[in-house]
């Protein structure tokens, strides 16, 4: 199965960035233990700040890929054409956030992208995207 995480504005500075919130660790270092856990799946990277290239990226495997798991970062809140390239594409996508959106500031309980996707997983740290992989996997089994 190929899936491929996609991360919006501002993740590249995971472990960086206000890691009250964020944590300690980069993306880079979660994403190699993420990929030796599940090395038998073949899973990519891709992270961009622009808008446009989110989208490119959705489009360029969401008719091939078996998932694709986005954490939208703020777009996720603003992003109409976000949640029109997900509705384009066949890929399922599950919206992941590492905060619990529903406890910080009121404009982040709205979700452009959310009636577009599979389903949301947020609130666990980084380990929101290992359970995105999960339940991405217990749902292709389930087809
Ligand atoms: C985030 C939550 C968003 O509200 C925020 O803009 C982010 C990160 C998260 O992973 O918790 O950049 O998507």
New binding site residues.
């Given amino acids: 199965m190929n899936f491929l995480i996609i991360n ?4 590249n500075l995971l472990g960086v960035r206000e890691k009250s ?2 944590g300690e660790v980069s993306f880079e270092t979660y994403f190699q233990d993420l990929k030796i856990e599940y090395s038998k799946f073949s899973i990519e990277y891709y992270q961009s700040n622009v808008e446009g290239e989110l989208i490119n990226e959705i489009h360029r495997v969401g008719f091939d890929y078996d998932g694709i798991i986005l ?4 777009y ?2 603003t992003s109409i054409a976000l949640g029109d390239a997900i509705a384009a594409v066949n890929t399922p996508v599950i919206e ?6 529903h406890k ?2 009121y404009f ?1 309980s709205k979700t452009m992208i959310g009636k577009d996707c599979l389903g949301t997983i ?1 609130g666990f740290g980084l380990n ?1 995207y290992k359970l995105a992989i999960e339940a991405l996997i217990s749902h292709l089994d389930k087809r």
Wanted: glycine content about 8%; aromatic content about 4%; hydrophobic content about 35%.
């Fill in positions: 919006g504005p501002n993740l919130v964020y954490n939208a970062g703020a996720t809140h992941v956030h590492i905060s619990n959106v910080r500031d982040r947020a929101s």
